[in-house]
Every structure is written in structure tokens, then in C-alpha cells.
T-cell receptor
Framework: RKEVEQDPGPFNVPEGATVAFNCTYS??????FFWYRQDCRKEPKLLMS???SGNEDGRFTAQLNRASQYISLLIRDSKLSDSATYLC???????????FGTGTRLKVLA | IAGITQAPTSQILAAGRRMTLRCTQD?????MYWYRQDLGLGLRLIHY???????GKGEVPDGYSVSRANTDDFPLTLASAVPSQTSVYFC???????????FGDGTRLSIL
């Protein structure tokens, strides 16, 4: 079993739709969680950190479920510019070990 | 603009040649990392450095070496390039080992 798993997609959604991605992790000692977006042939860019109580940044909401060992990303009112690959990243606190999921592709359609 | 600079942007290299990928950050981050990204495999850690003067091996270190003489620079060297090292290489840094990482633009390397 992979340490971090994501549905590869693609998720094809119309503009204005709400879409959610999940990411599961296997190491219960994981402490830090992040969502990145990556555009084709570009570097990953931090979208948001994920906090235990959940957090929101504009149209984006991140949640952490420690009991079931998954994090989620919700995107409301999808824009064409949201089309990208979304990477889930998990880190065991105090270590160099950031584990990246292989990403979920999102296509927002006009 | 503060951030991470990688060079070169891309390179085509003959097998057997030596190559050094450069990475410089100006954020005074303690930790730096080198990843390779291959289709379907996601990012895999090659080497890392928690602080200047120390380095460690990641998931796929074979064929690569690094050094961290100072806080800002973290070069990655391929001593004798092989075709399986064809990949996109990303350098990253973080303030500490549990903080978000920031990535450079990447180096596209093709070994023929």
C-alpha cells in the first residue's frame, strides 16, 4: 500500500461547480499536511496547509480526519484557472520525509 | 523576489558525462531538498539537508551526490549520467522540516 494515495482523476467539472478530493495516508504518526497545485510542466506551488480544525482560504477548504487518516480539499465555484493537478503532501513531524501523492487532475470546463 | 533559483532550466547530456544542477535560495531556510519527478511516480526525494554542513539520503540517492557548504546553495551532482536519470528535477526548501516546502522552477534533464 502506498504511504499517500490519491485518486488520479481526471475530474472534469463545469465552471461554477463544487468539487472535492480526498487523500489517504498510512502513517498514523504523520503530523503536517499540505495541498499543492501543479500546472503542466511547472513546479508544485503551495495551495494551503491543513490544520487539525480544518481551514478555509477563499474558495478552498481543507479538512483533516485523523481517525480515518485522510485529508480533503473542497473547491467551490470552480474557475477555468483551477484546472491543474492537486498534490497531497504528508510529513512526519520533525523529519525530512515529505511524502507526495501522485496527484489528482482537475479539468474545469467552460 | 525571494525564492529558489535552479539552473539550468533544461539540459541534454550524453551518457557518462558529469553534470551539476545548481540550486540557490535566499529565504534563509534551514532545510533543502532535491526531488525527481517522473510520469506516474510523483515526486521522489533524492537527497536532503536539514542544515548547512549536513546532508542525508532520500528514497532514490544512487548515482547522485550533494553538498551543503552554506545555507543558500545545494548543488546536485550526477557523477556519470545514465539514461534512467532522464527526469525533471526540483529543488525545494523549508524553514524547518515540518513546514511547507517551496520549490524552484525545475530542471528538465535528458540523458542520451
Amino acid at each position: 500500500r502506498k504511504e499517500v494515495e490519491q485518486d488520479p482523476g481526471p475530474f472534469n467539472v463545469p465552471e461554477g461547480a463544487t468539487v472535492a478530493f480526498n487523500c489517504t495516508y498510512s502513517n498514523s504518526a504523520s503530523q503536517s499536511f499540505f495541498w499543492y497545485r501543479q500546472d503542466c510542466r511547472k513546479e508544485p506551488k503551495l495551495l494551503m496547509s491543513v490544520y487539525s480544525s480544518g481551514n478555509e482560504d477563499g474558495r478552498f477548504t481543507a479538512q483533516l480526519n485523523r481517525a480515518s487518516q485522510y485529508i480533503s480539499l473542497l473547491i467551490r465555484d470552480s474557475k477555468l484557472s483551477d484546472s491543474a493537478t492537486y498534490l497531497c503532501v504528508v510529513n512526519t513531524s520533525g523529519t525530512y520525509k515529505y511524502i507526495f501523492g501522485t496527484g489528482t487532475r482537475l479539468k474545469v470546463l467552460a | 523576489i525571494a525564492g529558489i533559483t535552479q539552473a539550468p532550466t533544461s539540459q541534454i547530456l550524453a551518457a557518462g558525462r558529469r553534470m551539476t544542477l545548481r540550486c540557490t535560495q535566499d529565504m534563509r531556510h534551514n532545510a533543502m531538498y532535491w526531488y525527481r519527478q517522473d510520469l506516474g511516480l510523483g515526486l521522489r526525494l533524492i537527497h536532503y539537508s536539514n542544515t548547512a554542513g549536513t546532508t542525508g539520503k532520500g528514497e532514490v540517492p544512487d548515482g547522485y551526490s550533494v553538498s551543503r557548504a552554506n545555507t543558500d546553495d545545494f548543488p546536485l551532482t550526477l557523477a556519470s549520467a545514465v539514461p534512467s536519470q532522464t527526469s525533471v528535477y526540483f529543488c525545494a526548501s523549508s524553514g524547518d522540516t515540518n513546514q511547507p516546502q517551496h520549490f524552484g522552477d525545475g530542471t528538465r534533464l535528458s540523458i542520451l
